[in-house]
C-alpha cells in the first residue's frame, strides 16, 4: 500500500514562515519525482515546487525565492521550506510522488496566512 503523509501545516502570521513534510511508505522513493502542489478554496489545484530524482528542482513563479524544496532519500521525506508567506498562499499542500505510469497524492496539509 502507498501512503503519502503530509505535515507541519497550520496558521502563520504575513511574512512568517513555515515547514511543511511528507513521508513517503509503500515506493521505492529514490525513483520517484516528488512535488508540492496547492489547491485553494474553489481553485485549481497548482504545482507549487518539483524535486527530481536526481536532485533537479523547479518553483512556480509564486513559490521562486521564497520557498525551497528538499528530498531525503535515506529517510523517504520531501520537505518544503516556505519563508515570506503571503495571505495567497494559503491552500491545502499535496505532496506527489511520480514515475512512469504511477502517480500518487497524499491528504493534503492546511496552511494558513492570516494575521
Known amino acids: 500500500q502507498v501512503l503519502l503523509v503530509e505535515s507541519g501545516g497550520g496558521l502563520v502570521q504575513p511574512g512568517g514562515s513555515l515547514s511543511v513534510s511528507c513521508v513517503a511508505s509503500?515506493?521505492?522513493?529514490?525513483?520517484?519525482?516528488m512535488a508540492w502542489y496547492r489547491q485553494a478554496p474553489g481553485k485549481q489545484a497548482e504545482l507549487v515546487a518539483r524535486?527530481?530524482?536526481?536532485?533537479?528542482?523547479h518553483y512556480a513563479d509564486s513559490a521562486r525565492g521564497r520557498f525551497t524544496i528538499t528530498r531525503n532519500n535515506a529517510g523517504n521525506t520531501v520537505s518544503l521550506q516556505m519563508n515570506s508567506l503571503k495571505p495567497e498562499d494559503t491552500a491545502v499542500y499535496l505532496c506527489?510522488?511520480?514515475?512512469?505510469?504511477?502517480?500518487?497524492w497524499g491528504q493534503g496539509t492546511q496552511v494558513t496566512v492570516s494575521s
Open positions: 506527489n510522488a511520480a514515475w512512469s505510469t504511477k502517480d500518487y
Open positions: 509503500g515506493i521505492r522513493f529514490s525513483l520517484y519525482d
Open positions: 524535486i527530481s530524482r536526481g536532485n533537479s528542482t
